[in-house]
Nanobody
């Protein structure tokens, strides 16, 4: 049974940092696409960052470039999202997701294709 469990959300002031974690179980050791997504109030879901587990290549949305870092600890089976220089517009529910069907090229260019497995989400609130 596949499980993705996010943690690490919370409230932070503008300019602050948070590190989100996603504990992964039931998935292969490598060779698939994972990502972090967010959905703010009244907004569509956005793919923030993706990583291909075989090799560690990453993709970032423009809104995340230079501020967010996605990483994977294969030994612990935990996906991370380090978020720095947070802004009020980063306020959202953040989800991790995985998809064994999305190949490397699409993982690096079309995060919306990641749909197979989802966590329950963790709330991030950035206040000014």
């Amino acid at each position: 049974q596949v499980q993705l469990v996010e943690s690490g959300g919370g409230s932070v002031e503008v300019g602050g940092s948070l590190r989100l974690s996603c504990a992964v179980s039931g998935l292969p050791y490598s060779g698939y696409c994972m990502g972090w997504f967010r959905q703010g109030p009244g907004k569509e879901r956005e793919g923030v960052a993706t990583i291909y587990t075989d090799g560690g290549n990453t993709y970032y949305a423009d809104s995340a470039k230079g501020r967010f870092t996605i990483s994977l600890d294969n030994a612990k089976n935990i996906l991370y999202l380090q978020m720095d220089s947070l802004k009020p517009e980063d306020t959202a529910m953040y989800y991790c997701a995985a998809d064994l069907r999305v190949p490397f090229g699409l993982c690096m260019s079309q995060p919306s294709l990641i749909r197979q497995y989802w966590g329950q989400g963790t709330q991030v609130t950035v206040s000014s």
